[in-house]
């Protein structure tokens, strides 16, 4: 249902069973999926194509131009999948001339005043707490939460089953299952209880910790403890990611 109320483009495409309430405005090129609801006041512009199910609060903006001194207009988008939930005051750029592509997974949770800044790339089952900010260009993995206030500096990458405390600010690329605090963030120790609730087994979080070890408490060079961690990771599936994600690192890791 649509609101007579609302302000919607001809150029907009909106699943027959899609929900938008008073005062809203939606522009051109943007695609609506189905029993996705948007409360009243929010404002989406194209290009941006939503998934399913998706709840966007009032007070959102999703999809409006990049705040880059360097775009110039050119065509750019945003994406994003289903089962999202935009709360009251979120905003979300799409992308600049760069990669041209702000995009967000499934089943994330944006809580009110974040941001995600243009370019950004989002995995699935994220949770952004109140007032969490991205820069431009960064990357979160699958199931990163990041708590109230923190803030990740654009171009850098949190791995999946990250945990980023309040206040923390991130300059540098957080390798997965990591807690990082303070400003700048450095790393505190392994996410177990998060691994715990995702299934992970005693046995792999025992392996992780003792990665972690290797990396962060061994005394060991960069180059050094990723050879031994390479060695672990032969037998040990769930170092896989850890040790890829610090081989493909571009701003140096936390430290």
């Known amino acids: 249902m649509i609101d007579s109320r609302a302000v919607i483009s001809p150029q ?8 938008v309430g008073p005062y809203s405005v939606i522009g051109a090129g943007v695609t609506i999926g189905a029993r996705t609801w948007v409360g009243p006041h929010a404002v989406i512009n194209g290009p941006t194509r939503i998934g399913a199910d998706n709840r966007i609060y009032q007070f959102t903006s999703l999809g409006d131009a990049p705040q880059d001194k360097k775009y110039r207009g050119e065509p750019t988008r945003l994406e994003i999948g289903d089962r999202n939930v935009f709360r009251e005051f979120v ?8 990669k041209g592509v702000t995009r967000i997974g499934d089943d994330n949770w944006l809580l009110a005043y974040s941001h995600v800044g243009h370019d950004c790339l989002l995995g699935d089952k994220i949770i952004m707490s109140n007032c969490a900010q991205l820069g431009g260009h960064v990357e979160l993995g699958d199931w990163v939460i990041m708590s109230g206030l923190s803030a990740v500096h654009q171009f850098t990458k949190i791995g999946a089953h990250c945990f980023v405390a309040n206040n923390a600010a991130v300059t540098r690329d957080v390798p997965p299952y ?17 691994l715990k609730r995702r299934g992970f087994s005693a046995e792999q979080i025992r392996n992780i910790r003792r990665a972690f070890r290797v990396l962060y408490r061994s005394g060991l060079k960069l180059g050094e403890a990723l050879q ?22 571009s701003r140096s890791i936390v430290r």
Not at 91 to 98: F, M, W
Not at 179 to 193: K, L, R, Y
Not at 228 to 249: C, H, M, T, Y
């Open 228 to 249: 031994e961690l390479e060695k672990l990771s032969a037998e040990q599936a769930e170092l896989v990611p850890f040790v890829e994600f610090i081989k493909r690192s």
């Open 178 to 194: 990591l807690m990082t605090v303070g400003q700048p963030a450095v790393p505190h120790s392994v996410n177990s209880e998060g």
């Open 12 to 19: 907009a495409e909106i699943a027959d069973d899609a929900e």
């Open 91 to 98: 905003t979300v750029n799409r992308g600049t001339h760069d």
